[in-house]
């Protein structure tokens, strides 16, 4: 069974300033196909990146995906007060068929 | 724009079964290569996958679910629905439904619906 590790598990860091947000997974994933969600609150996840460096339908360009095998990073540039959430990485392929980490907090001073 | 609504019960009794229902407007869930998901979220926890649907028939379970867990789609009423069996306070949690898009993501989500499993 495939583990996905975030790290780290929380990060506090100014608006304006870059975050870099990581997830390791225990086996490769297959064709890169990993996903980051962002969840805020009281709300569903939503989906911010796929195939581990497509950005979705209405994310801005400062998130930003990268990585391969297992290693993958979620890059925030500028960050933003609203941007305060629990970030998510996913993975499709391995058994369990999908599965998430254990997410990190991203805390906005 | 695909909208998913969950409704269902909030509160079920240990070792009873638990039923979810999943309504889809903006999108049909009989459409072809339509895979259409339950996940779930505990109290403060992270999140668990819980199986899909797809083709209107097909279904496919997280394996540590597979054996309490069913996922059904009724066309004519553009919704599926989760039932699962012998619940306990470890099954306390949001559930959410969720279209799977490139049959691998989570591309568009309800707004949950909290299941306390409590006597």
């Known amino acids: 069974e495939i583990v996905l590790t975030q790290s780290p598990a929380t990060l506090s860091l100014s608006p304006g300033e870059r975050a870099t947000l990581s997830c390791g997974a225990s086996q490769s994933v297959g064709s890169n196909f990993l996903a980051w969600y962002q969840q805020k609150p009281g709300l569903a996840p939503r989906l911010l990146i796929y195939?581990?460096?497509t950005r979705a339908t209405g994310i801005p360009d400062r998130f930003s995906g990268s990585g391969s095998g297992t290693d993958f990073t979620l890059t925030i540039s500028r960050l933003e007060p609203g941007d305060s959430a629990v970030y998510y990485c996913?993975?499709?392929?391995?058994?369990?068929?999908?599965?998430f980490g254990q997410g990190t907090h991203l805390q906005i001073k | 724009q695909v909208q998913l609504q969950e409704s269902g019960p909030g509160l079920v009794k240990p070792s009873e079964t638990l039923s979810l229902t999943c309504n889809v407007s903006?999108?049909?869930?009989?459409?072809?290569?339509?895979?259409w998901s339950w996940i779930r979220q505990p109290p403060g926890k992270g999140l668990e996958w819980i199986g899909y649907i797809y083709n209107s028939g097909s279904t496919y379970f997280n394996p540590s679910l597979k054996s309490r867990v069913s996922i059904s789609a009724d066309t004519s009423k553009n919704h599926f629905s989760l039932k699962m069996s012998s619940v306990t306070a470890a099954d306390t949690a949001v559930y959410y439904c969720a279209r799977i898009g490139d049959f691998a993501y989570f591309h568009h989500w309800g707004l949950g619906t909290l299941v306390t499993v409590s006597s």
């Open positions: 996913q993975q499709y392929g391995r058994s369990p068929l999908y599965s």
């Open positions: 195939h581990a460096s």
């Open positions: 903006g999108g049909s869930i009989s459409s072809a290569d339509s895979y």
